[in-house]
């Protein structure tokens, strides 16, 4: 339902901010200053022990100082209760007394709809509770208590058995006079290519799925079955449910939030329901999946800085480098993620069963911060015992940071880099350090790059000028009114062409545009490949990249390749054309890229030997500026990047034109 901007601006004006969250929170009354509508408390969006969350009667509007948070009486809500808008507004007009307007019709009629299937899925959960409790889960029952779950926590997170039968629920849900379209429509029955609908779940033992208002919106059920098709199996997509949205144990787990500080995503319900039996209720997973942006999402709803938990065997390792790249783009000042990686072989519901909560702490007390990840990745049981080694992890390095959005973060993750590479590095050059020998000098200033001596930190001349100038360049801004054509040429083949991904999906992931839009496009390109790697289509992805706001930057880039006549990089193209027309526009792409930190390097030694007065070193490295500038001038005023416009696409050379 829509309401007025007049109707909410009255409710709010009549309804003090600091009474709907006084419902929550405790003032702090030293902080806090009532006559002038001033309030102070602890944050109730994350633990924190001294007060930082602020809200004034005057503004109407709260703001947290520690996590970030702000907004006015509805969005409280919204936000910590898990209501509906049309919930909050309620709640704030019978705080002011005023009635509510007259509904839409349409829209309180598809909210009775709603509201009926979730009185359909607890008739369900019901049944499955009741189920365990008979004969017929007597072996589900078994596997539990072996599992070490009390009847407490069963009875907790409502565990149940569908019984092996095709008809049980149906027809027990029949007999309350619900529909068949209302089982259908909350997917606990399916048709599957025969005309009589039977039950979804048989001889599984039932987890049921809870929105963030604690209603049952789906199930989980885990096979009895050794030789079961599929072990875990859930809900379908439905009215109510949407997998990628969810997260299992989310509403208990945000409340623990207020007092443990942070939560812990964990992959499996058996792992989030042992970890609570364990006295660890802050903790969540994803429904079967790997982690979603909108599941992250709701992880930086509660905390700014989430611990995701993965077991410590290669399929977890991978698992948690997907999180990495999935949470990298979206890192903010004080918003990111830490990994806990458990010992090989273990899940933290055989830890905590077999050796107490105590280890488990201790996994969690070592918890690696997103960059010391990232470093430990691409570092781990590989050898850099040469240069072009040690290069080629620098260059992979400043791809992987340079997908990062906020600007200040990804300056900073830079400058990690550098440190950790100067650090790592450091011991195979000692020997060289004699007296006098400023190459490969590391901790007193030098450069790596040149083995010249490097004006100290926070110095504001020789390398600084040089900043300032490079300031004003592409390569440094990061942004164009458009892409250059080479990576308009890269990343509308990939765009145009995604099986690509599947064939060379690594190299791929790692090219680093200049150009600011591209690099969040490519953001999403990677986020779809990885979500959808079975299914990858263009129409999928073009429509993914348009609702994301790309629509525009897509027709600017076709503009550009059709101008260009590179057919290659079309839709129209065939696959084996687009596939060697990317191989070449990536050749050069990187060959551009490598001139270009060429050019950066041979500035900053211009500028250090001006600042010795080395007229001799300044001459020569004038020169070899000037034939670097000739080739980048070169590779830019190129009209064709690829050669040729694909024998098997039919395509001949001439004026690029729309097939309609």
Not at 502 to 522: H, T
Request: glycine share 8%; proline share 4%.
């Amino acid at each position: 339902m829509r309401f007025s901007n007049s109707f909410l601006d009255e409710i709010r004006d009549r309804v003090n901010i600091s009474d709907v969250i006084g419902r929550r929170v405790t003032w702090d009354r030293k902080k806090s200053n009532a006559s002038k509508g001033d309030y102070w408390a602890c944050c109730p969006f994350h633990g924190e022990k001294s007060p930082s969350f602020h809200c004034e009667d005057r503004k109407g509007r709260y703001h947290c100082f520690g996590c970030g948070v702000s907004g006015d009486h509805f969005r409280f809500l919204t936000d910590l209760d898990g209501m509906a808008f049309p919930e909050a507004v309620q709640q704030i007009a019978d705080m002011a007394g005023v009635v509510m307007p007259q509904p839409d019709v349409q829209a309180e009629r598809r909210e009775r709809e709603r509201a009926s299937l979730q009185d359909v899925m607890e008739m369900a959960t019901l049944f499955f509770q009741d189920q365990l409790q008979t004969s017929v889960g007597a072996r589900a029952r078994a596997y539990l208590r072996d599992r070490g779950l009390t009847g407490r926590t069963i009875e907790t997170f409502r565990l149940g058995f569908a019984p092996d039968s095709r008809n049980a629920l149906k027809e027990h849900l029949a007999s309350k006079g619900i529909a068949k379209e209302q089982m259908e429509a909350c997917g606990l029955v399916v048709h599957e290519n025969v005309p009589v609908s039977y039950d979804r779940f048989r001889d599984r033992i039932m987890f049921p799925i809870l929105s963030s208002r604690e209603k049952v919106i789906a199930f989980g059920g885990r096979a009895m079955a050794a030789d079961a098709l599929a072990k875990y199996l859930n809900s379908n997509e439905t009215e109510l449910f949407h997998k990628g949205n969810v997260l299992y144990n989310f509403a208990r787990a945000r409340r623990a939030t207020q007092t443990s500080g942070t939560v812990i995503a964990v992959e499996g319900y058996m792992d989030v329901i042992a970890l609570y039996q364990a006295g660890v209720e802050n903790a969540v997973a994803p429904l079967g999946t790997a982690l979603t942006e909108n599941q992250l999402d709701l992880l930086w709803k509660m905390t700014p800085q989430p611990v995701l938990c993965f077991d410590g065997d290669g399929a977890g390792i991978r698992a948690a480098s997907r999180a990495a790249d999935l949470a990298l783009p979206h890192i903010k000042p004080g918003r990111s993620v830490s990994f806990a990686l458990l010992p090989d072989g273990k899940d933290p519901d055989d830890l905590v069963r077999h050796e107490g909560r105590a280890p488990f702490d201790r996994v969690l007390a070592e918890a690696k911060p997103l960059a010391a990840m990232i470093w430990s990745r691409e570092t781990a049981s590989v050898s850099f015992d040469t240069p072009e080694k040690r290069a080629e992890l620098e260059n992979r390095l400043k791809q992987i940071v340079a997908v990062i959005g906020d600007e200040s973060v990804r300056r900073f993750y830079q400058q990690d880099i550098r440190e950790r590479l100067n650090a790592f590095f450091q011991p195979q050059f000692q020997r060289n350090n004699a007296p006098g020998n400023r190459n490969f000098e590391r901790g007193g200033g030098g450069n790596a790059r040149n083995g010249q001596k490097a004006p100290a930190r926070g110095s504001t001349t020789g390398a600084g000028s040089i900043s300032d100038r490079l300031s004003q360049s592409g390569l440094v801004k990061g942004h164009l009114s458009t892409p250059a054509l080479r990576e308009s040429v890269l990343a509308l083949t990939i765009v145009n062409h995604p099986q690509l991904l599947l064939e060379e999906y690594d190299e791929i992931a790692a090219i680093d545009y200049e150009n600011r839009d591209l690099q969040r496009l490519w953001s999403q390109v990677l986020t779809y490949a990885a979500e959808n790697a079975a299914e990858l289509s263009r129409e999928g992805l073009v429509s993914r990249l348009e609702v994301q706001g790309f629509d525009a930057l897509l027709k600017v880039m076709n503009q550009q390749i059709r101008n260009a006549r590179l057919w290659t990089a079309t839709e129209q193209a065939a696959p084996e054309d687009a596939r060697e027309g990317y191989t070449q526009s990536l050749s050069l792409h990187k060959r551009t890229k490598a001139l270009r930190w060429q050019k950066i390097d041979l500035e900053r030694e211009i500028a250090e030997a001006a600042e010795e007065g080395d007229g001799d070193r300044m001459v020569q490295l004038m020169r070899a500026l000037s034939e670097v500038q000739l080739e980048i001038g070169r590779m830019e005023n190129q009209e064709a990047i690829i050669d040729g416009f694909g024998v098997m696409s039919g395509r001949v050379k001439g004026a690029a034109y729309s097939r309609g």
